[in-house]
């Protein structure tokens, strides 16, 4: 597994260094534009610096800046045990030797995602929604995606490919704004002007509104390929398919939309968080490759739960051959495995019943606490309540806190 | 002059590789230690768990005396046993015991409303899957480790060094396989 990692490591590299490519080039010519004379290395210098600040700020307080955009809280063991318990089980079956912090985002919509610098100091945050939903052995499928996120390191490159693709959208924007606030005017009041000057802008023009785009395609086609590699190394750290393949079914037939994801955060999710409105894109600008494709490729694996049975089936699914797992990672391992499920046979909740546990839930994590009135009535009192008694609604017994 | 600056090239790229495979056999080495730790770790944990469940199941569960006294004997085998067969086989009539108390649980409703019970089945019952999952990567980390070992050109460092191949976690799964009895009656 050291290889694929590796592998990875590889590509990113590659990734990088072209859109490093494109953002000096576009500090070159924005630079050129606004002073001919020496302008081009002053504008390189300035994106240079503007990559520099913000992968500074990324890399101390990156995914607590998400996490916060997220409205994820950090929650006790006590909230929910059964998660917890989840977590360390994935990370054991990872060897990662931390395990990560773990939120929970008070939203019906199921999702989750990973996020931080390093393996040492990452975050998983969940919505309660997925909680509520989904049963033990989906959970594990959904925490072993985002435990394999971590594990491949592309929580990293995620990070560090989005302060890029984020400097290259800043830079461009700045310049054409200003472009269309003055009217082009300011630029070529001095001294040649002419032909060669509008020609000039015109592809400078061009060229701040083709780089984003560029950088952002080149960003989804990697993301995309992340997530096909995580949902195989989620099965070979469960060795249990199914699980993960149910839980995207459920995350596939929900109809509500996460209101706190954005187009910039929605990449990190195991799903796409946002419902697609109008006009339907063309698959380059998707980053996520279809549920529908991911749940058959899940289905589809037979003969083992390894990369190289991962790969089979997802050869089979899409009728080509594009490699999803580097060579060196499919022969690192022999044959392994399916296990039995281990979830004792449980009666699905019905909905009325959800929808009380997942409000019970989202009260828990913003800190209320219970009390059981000999009534029946369960009291919810928030954190913020200051009295030493509390008076039962129902029964009007009082209640000593 | 040309030739033997090209000889002591070529001598230091050897070296260069050869430290690094010497290192990354540690690190598989190290990785395979690290993981038998974790499902030491495991391990001594149901080892701590079971006197819990033991004294809350006891008042309820009076007919299955036999199943509470083989989980209580196959907990100290484990904590006696010192070597990994030994440990192994203990702690898979262990986990096959355990797993007869669960099926033994079912005919006990009063049980599955203690909310304090269900807590301590749910740490039990994560404490067999993180052993499981530790043992799975404690495998993995060995087969990696084993690969290298026997795996030209790094099998000659291994011999060099004397890097010895470390033995799986096996599972005998006879108990665990076992049908339960169901009377009908």
């Known amino acids: 597994m050291w290889e694929l990692i590796r592998a990875n490591k590889r590509k990113s590299i590659f990734l990088f260094l072209t859109m490093g490519i494109i953002l000096i080039l576009l500090g070159y010519v924005i630079g050129t534009i606004v002073y001919p004379e020496r302008g081009g290395y002053l504008g390189v210098v300035i994106a240079f610096s503007i990559w520099v600040l913000m992968s500074i700020i990324s890399f101390f307080s990156g995914s607590k800046i998400l996490l916060a955009i997220s409205h994820a809280k950090e929650v006790k063991p006590d909230v929910h045990p059964v998660l917890f318990n989840v977590v360390e089980e994935m990370k054991i079956a990872s060897g990662l030797p931390y395990l990560p912090k773990i939120y929970i985002i008070n939203e019906e919509a199921p999702n989750a995602f990973a996020t931080g610098y390093n393996p040492e100091n990452a975050s998983i945050a969940v919505t309660s929604g997925l909680l509520v939903k989904l049963n033990r052995d989906e959970l594990q499928g959904v925490v072993a995606h985002e435990i394999a996120h971590i594990f491949n390191r592309d929580i990293q490159f995620m990070t560090i490919a989005g302060i890029m693709l984020g400097s290259i959208v800043l830079i461009s924007q700045i310049f054409l704004r200003s472009m269309i606030y003055s009217g082009g005017r300011r630029y070529h009041s001095g001294s040649k002007g002419g032909q060669a000057q509008i020609i000039l802008i015109v592809i400078a023009i061009f060229f701040a509104v083709l780089a984003p785009i560029a950088a952002q395609l080149l960003y989804f086609a990697v993301s995309r390929k992340r997530e096909y590699l995580a949902d195989a190394t989620s099965v ?131 800190s209320y606490q219970f009390y059981s009135c000999a009534c029946g009535l369960k009291i919810k009192i928030p954190p913020d309540f200051k009295h030493n008694n509390v008076e039962c609604p129902r029964c009007g017994t009082s209640h000593a806190l | ?44 944990r149901r080892h701590d768990l079971i006197p819990n469940l033991i004294e809350s199941v006891k008042g309820y569960m009076v007919h299955e005396k036999s199943v509470l006294e083989n989980i209580t004997k196959y907990r100290s085998a484990a904590l006696e046993a010192n070597n990994i067969g030994d440990i192994s086989k203990a702690e898979s009539a262990l986990t096959g015991a355990l797993g007869q108390l669960k099926i033994a649980m079912e005919n006990y409703p009063d049980l599955k409303a203690n909310q304090n019970f269900l807590a301590l089945q749910e740490e039990l019952s994560s404490t067999e899957n993180k052993i499981s999952f530790s043992r799975q990567n404690y495998n993995d980390q060995v087969m990696l480790y084993n690969n290298k070992i026997q795996m030209f050109p790094s099998n000659i460092i291994a011999s060099m060094f004397n890097f010895k191949s470390s033995e799986f976690f096996e599972i005998e799964d006879n108990t665990e396989r076992e049908v339960p009895k169901v009377s009908f009656n």
Do not use: C
Not at chain 2, 3 to 16: E, F, H, K, Q, R
């Open chain 1, 236 to 366: 070979r750290f469960t060795r249990y398919p199914e699980g993960l393949a149910s839980a995207l079914e459920k995350l596939s037939q929900n109809t509500s939309e996460l209101s706190v994801a954005n187009k910039v955060t929605a990449g990190m999710y195991i799903v796409n968080p946002l419902k697609k409105k109008g006009l339907r894109l063309s698959d380059l600008s998707n980053t996520h490759p279809p549920i529908s494709e991911r749940i058959k490729i899940l289905r589809n694996i037979a003969g083992g739960v390894g990369y190289s049975e991962y790969q089979n089936a997802f050869n089979q699914i899409k009728g080509n051959h594009s490699p999803i797992i580097p060579a060196s990672g499919l022969k690192e391992f022999g044959h392994i495995d399916f296990r039995e499920s281990k979830l004792e046979t449980k009666t699905e909740n019905t909905l009325v019943q959800n929808k009380r546990i997942l409000g019970d839930l989202m009260m828990t994590v913003n």
């Open chain 2, 1 to 44: 002059m040309m030739s033997a600056l090209i000889i002591l090239v070529i001598g230091l790229l050897l070296v260069i590789v050869l430290i690094g495979m010497y290192n990354s056999l540690i690190r598989l080495r190290n990785a395979v230690q690290n993981a038998w730790s974790q499902i030491d770790v495991q391990l001594k």
